[in-house]
C-alpha cells in the first residue's frame, strides 16, 4: 500500500517548524527535525521540502549554529517552576529574535543586489516608486 503525501506546508505549518528549531536544545539533524515536526504535525516531510524554504532552511543552519558553539551550563537549573519557566520563554524569545535578525540581514543583502540590479539596467526610482494599477473589480469584462 503507497502512503499518502503529505500537504503542503502552509504559513502555520511553516511556523509550527520554526518554532520547533526555536525551542530545539539537544543535537540537530535533519531526521531528529522531522521526526519531531510529524510528532507534532502528524505528516512525515522529507528533508527536500524543509529545505526548498529559505525561511527553515536558514533557521536551520543558524540553530545547528548556535548549537555548536553552545556552552555547557556553569550554574544548575532553578527550583523555583515558575523561575524556570520564565527563563524557558526568554530563550524562546532570545532563539526567536536571533532567527528573524538573520532572516532580515538575507532580506537586506537580497535587496540591496536588486537595487544595484536596477539601477545598471537605468530603473529609475520614480519608476520604482510609481503607483500600481487598480484592479477593475465590479466590472464586466464588455461594460467600459
Not at 528549531?21 to 507534532?40: R, Y
Not at 523561575?83 to 535578525?101: F, G, H, K, N, S
Not at 536588486?114 to 465590479?138: C, F, H, S, Y
Given at each position: 500500500?503507497?502512503?499518502?503525501?503529505?500537504?503542503d506546508?502552509?504559513?502555520?505549518?511553516?511556523?509550527?517548524?520554526?518554532?520547533?528549531?526555536?525551542?530545539?536544545?539537544?543535537?540537530?539533524?535533519?531526521?531528529?527535525?522531522?521526526?519531531?515536526?510529524e510528532?507534532?504535525?502528524?505528516?512525515?516531510?522529507?528533508?527536500?521540502?524543509?529545505?526548498d524554504?529559505?525561511?527553515?532552511?536558514?533557521?536551520?543552519?543558524?540553530?545547528?549554529?548556535?548549537?555548536?558553539?553552545?556552552?555547557?551550563?556553569?550554574r544548575?537549573?532553578?527550583?523555583?517552576?515558575?523561575?524556570?519557566?520564565?527563563?524557558?520563554?526568554a530563550?524562546?524569545?532570545?532563539?526567536?529574535?536571533?532567527?528573524?535578525?538573520?532572516?532580515?540581514?538575507?532580506?537586506?543583502?537580497?535587496?540591496?543586489?536588486?537595487?544595484?540590479?536596477a539601477?545598471?539596467?537605468?530603473?529609475?526610482?520614480?519608476?520604482?516608486?510609481?503607483?500600481?494599477p487598480?484592479?477593475?473589480?465590479?466590472?464586466?469584462?464588455?461594460?467600459?
Amino acid at each position: 500500500m503507497k502512503k499518502g503525501r503529505a500537504p503542503d506546508l502552509t504559513s502555520e505549518r511553516i511556523a509550527t517548524v520554526l518554532e520547533t528549531l526555536d525551542t530545539w536544545k539537544v543535537k540537530l539533524t535533519w531526521e531528529l527535525l522531522l521526526d519531531a515536526v510529524e510528532a507534532s504535525t502528524g505528516y512525515r516531510y522529507s528533508r527536500f521540502t524543509f529545505a526548498d524554504y529559505p525561511e527553515i532552511a536558514n533557521a536551520f543552519s543558524l540553530k545547528k549554529d548556535a548549537l555548536r558553539g553552545a556552552l555547557p551550563r556553569s550554574r544548575g537549573e532553578p527550583r523555583d517552576e515558575r523561575v524556570r519557566a520564565a527563563l524557558a520563554q526568554a530563550e524562546r524569545a532570545t532563539a526567536r529574535a536571533d532567527r528573524l535578525e538573520a532572516e532580515n540581514r538575507l532580506l537586506t543583502e537580497q535587496f540591496v543586489t536588486w537595487a544595484i540590479n536596477a539601477e545598471r539596467k537605468g530603473v529609475t526610482l520614480d519608476m520604482l516608486n510609481a503607483q500600481l494599477p487598480k484592479p477593475e473589480r465590479d466590472r464586466s469584462k464588455g461594460v467600459k
